[in-house]
């Protein structure tokens, strides 16, 4: 859990971060996007994913005759680092690209991978995370959705809450329970869906989070016949399979860049009424930035290799979600004492949305007291 | 040097700091005939010279590598100057002279009135005054010990006049790059400290019962050592990555500079969350002089001051970012590793 392999980029990456970064100039520039603070869940435009798909940066790890691209994952890195520093609406394809698509990749049968990641790899299909119920939080083994077999192929009930997207995608990646737990032992007996949210019984209703932005849901799924091939990967692998996608999902610079487009902002203010105090405090953000991405860049890598680093990948989620709301700390701090009359226009309004978001920060994908769990556990102290 | 060939070296230095009676030469402060035989079986294996030039009686192995033993002497929180005289040794073999055979203390070319670690445990101390490279004797009459200090850290009287040997130093030896290897030595020691607090802490937590289970079955004591291991991984991370910087550039450009104030920030303030964790963990136990923690932690808590504390570091580099014509972090956080 210590060893993060370096990974380095190739020159073709640094060719690729230059366009990358012109194209985000160009769309800057001629209104295509206005920066926001946590843009890979609050800022969806599928028409900006759709551009994405068109230059190749979507499914770019994948193999070619998917519609992927078939580069390595340090290129797929430069682009959704530079998209998440950009504050780009990124949103809507994010879950999608980030672990949906690698999952059907893995787990999937040759007809899902066909139909489903060409279209992901095009920006045109978007989907959610079936995971969390009401009644199960953290405690995930909990949940109560359950598919039964017919002879058509399955019939999935239950409700999922906190999908983010879920009211523009077209798929939900559902864990639910195909057989009764074994004693205590409730990670047996679970199975993931891919479900067409198409479908008729599926009833998905918007939750406003803390700042009033409608992005996450509560899908209803009630007597929703599913088809056989619905099924993901191994009746019964659910939990394994959930945890690798986990991986997936805690480690990349989501986990630490959310908030850093507020401070960019502010600095060249800042940077007026520099003085020691805000010379460290900005030296000190830098530092462990620089640091982290360091770490997710190792996971990155590891995963590439095929490993499955859910330690490592707890590890940097448990840091960058602490640090992203060190940063808006640190931020307030350094504005503190400079009139509001010299803040640059839109300045206040991301600071409150960087505010707003900091609860969510440390819950989603993963509480940091799940996190330390998971860390703990591997240290065999549970 | 091959990766091979330094394993070999590191697992010798493993060797004998495994073997070592390192408690009893800790309580002497590094001092006595424990001491002594301890550096002499180092010496003999040719180790405070692993990063001076063959031609100097060395290893030829680069500073960056030398990182590498100044961690493993830390996770033994060993008190003899070892890393510093790697240090020392590599730095005249590039300004073309050969170290003298004894321990050799480094002074602070930036703050040349702070106190110099290891000065009382070593036979010579090595500074950089006006592009000059000296190495001077180093006896009793030239310092006074800091009280509460580790490793003999003590104020000299003035600089050292009994000169053994003195060299131009290399045009990229700088101040500023004097200290920085400095510092990034003591980044990779705490580092290394770091991985023993853990692992003592962990050892800990699980042989210590009360309410009639482990602490470690404690989840708020889990927690404690899940940021432990997270600010260690985060050190470790810190140090390579300067490392490698180094290794690219190894006289000391800008980029490496400012790598290695990345490192010395984040090692510094690990360390000070380190260390609160651990003891918070440990107790009172940890807090006694017998306890074998605090050989660990005072450590921490003097290396992270030593050649720049993290706040230092951090607005030095600050400085730099709120100089730009054009302020950004990013630029800075997207560098190639």
Redesign the interface.
């Given at each position: 859990?210590?060893?993060?392999p370096?990974?380095?980029?190739s020159e073709e990456a640094?060719a690729l971060?230059k366009d990358v970064r012109a194209f985000l100039a160009s769309e800057r520039a001629t209104g295509g996007f206005v920066p926001a603070a946590d843009c890979w869940v609050s800022a969806a435009d599928p028409e900006f994913s759709r551009k994405m798909g068109a230059r190749g940066w979507l499914g770019m790890t994948w193999p070619k005759a998917y519609g992927g691209h078939n580069r390595p994952v340090a290129d797929r890195f430069v682009v959704t680092?530079?998209m998440l520093?950009a504050g780009a609406p990124v949103a809507a394809h994010w879950i999608a690209d980030r672990q949906t698509g690698n999952h059907i990749l893995r787990y999937g049968t040759e007809e899902q991978r066909l139909s489903i990641l060409p279209r992901i790899a095009a920006g045109e299909c978007f989907t959610a995370i079936g995971m969390s119920e009401p009644q199960a939080g953290s405690d995930l083994a909990a949940i109560q959705t359950s598919a039964t077999r017919t002879e058509t192929g399955w019939t999935l009930s239950g409700r999922k809450i906190w999908s983010t997207g879920a009211h523009y995608s077209h798929y939900m990646i559902v864990l639910a329970r195909t057989s009764p737990a074994e004693g205590r032992n409730r990670q047996v007996g679970l199975s993931q869906f891919l479900v067409d949210l198409s479908l008729p019984g599926i009833d998905i209703s918007g939750i406003e989070d803390l700042g009033g932005t409608p992005h996450f849901n509560e899908t209803l799924f009630e007597n929703v016949a599913l088809p056989p091939e619905a099924l993901l990967g191994t009746q019964g692998n659910g939990w394994a399979q959930c945890m690798g996608e986990l991986a997936l999902e805690r480690s990349g610079p989501e986990r630490f860049l959310t908030s850093?487009i507020a401070?960019?902002h502010a600095?060249?203010l800042?940077?007026r009424h520099?003085d020691?105090r805000?010379?460290?405090?900005?030296?000190?953000?830098?530092?462990?930035?620089?640091?982290?991405?360091?770490?997710s860049?190792?996971v990155a890598q590891m995963l590439e290799q095929g490993e499955s680093p859910a330690t490592a990948a707890a590890?940097v989620k448990?840091?960058g979600n602490r640090l992203e709301n060190d940063i808006v700390a640190k931020l307030r701090a350094m504005l503190a004492g400079i009139p509001k009359s010299e803040w640059p226009v839109g300045l206040e309004s991301l600071l409150r949305e960087a505010v707003l978001h900091l609860p969510s920060n440390t819950l989603r994908g993963g509480t940091t007291?799940i996190?330390?769990?998971i860390?703990?556990r591997e240290?065999?102290?549970? | 040097m091959e990766r091979e060939t330094l394993t070999l070296i590191t697992e010798g230095l493993e060797r004998i700091l495994s073997d070592a009676p390192l408690e009893a030469i800790d309580r002497a402060g590094g001092l006595g005939a424990d001491a002594d035989a301890l550096w002499a079986a180092l010496a003999e294996n040719g180790y405070p010279k692993l990063c001076a030039a063959e031609a100097y009686n060395g290893f030829g192995a680069a500073l960056a590598d030398g990182l590498e033993f100044a961690t493993i002497t830390a996770r033994h929180a060993a008190a003899l100057p070892l890393a510093d005289t790697v240090f020392a040794a590599g730095l005249m073999s590039a300004a073309g002279c050969e170290a003298p055979d004894m321990r050799i203390a480094i002074a602070d070319p930036l703050d040349p009135a702070s106190p110099v670690p290891h000065a009382a445990q070593a036979g010579a101390v090595l500074f950089l005054s006006d592009d000059r490279l000296i190495c001077a004797k180093l006896t009793p009459d030239d310092y006074t010990v800091l009280a509460k200090a580790e490793d003999g850290t003590a104020r000299l009287h003035g600089p050292p006049s009994d000169v053994i040997a003195e060299h131009a130093a290399p045009r990229w030896l700088t101040p500023q790059a004097f200290r920085g290897l400095a510092a990034l030595f003591r980044a990779a020691q705490m580092a290394g400290a770091m991985?023993s607090v853990l692992s003592m802490t962990?050892t800990y937590?699980?042989e210590r019962e009360q309410f009639g289970r482990p602490l470690?079955?404690f989840?708020a004591?889990?927690?404690h050592?899940?940021?432990i291991?997270?600010e260690?991984?985060?050190s470790?991370?810190?140090v390579?990555?300067a490392g490698?910087a180094l290794r690219a550039d190894p006289i000391c450009g800008s980029g490496v500079l400012d790598e290695i104030?990345?490192?010395k920030?984040?090692c510094g303030?690990a360390a000070s969350k380190v260390a609160a964790c651990a003891h918070q963990a440990h107790g009172a136990m940890g807090f006694t002089r017998e306890y074998a923690l605090g050989r660990y932690t005072r450590r921490l808590w003097q290396w992270q001051d030593e050649f720049g504390s993290?706040?230092e570091?951090?607005?030095?580099?600050?400085?730099?970012?709120?100089?730009?014509a054009?302020?950004?972090?990013?630029p800075?956080?997207?560098?190639?590793?």
């Open positions: 859990m210590f060893h993060f370096r990974l380095e980029f640094g971060r680092e530079e520093a850093l401070l960019e600095l060249p800042i940077a520099a020691e805000r010379a460290a405090e900005t030296g000190s953000i830098l530092a462990n930035l620089r640091v982290l991405r360091r770490m860049l190792g590890v448990e840091m007291e996190l330390r769990g860390i703990a240290m065999g102290m549970r | 991985q962990l937590t699980q470690a079955k989840q004591i889990q927690h050592l899940s940021d291991a997270c260690t991984a985060a470790i991370a810190a390579e990555m490698d104030a990345i490192a920030t984040r303030e993290e706040t570091w951090a607005a030095l580099l600050g400085r730099g970012v709120l100089g730009d054009e302020p950004s972090l990013w800075r956080i997207s560098q190639p590793l």
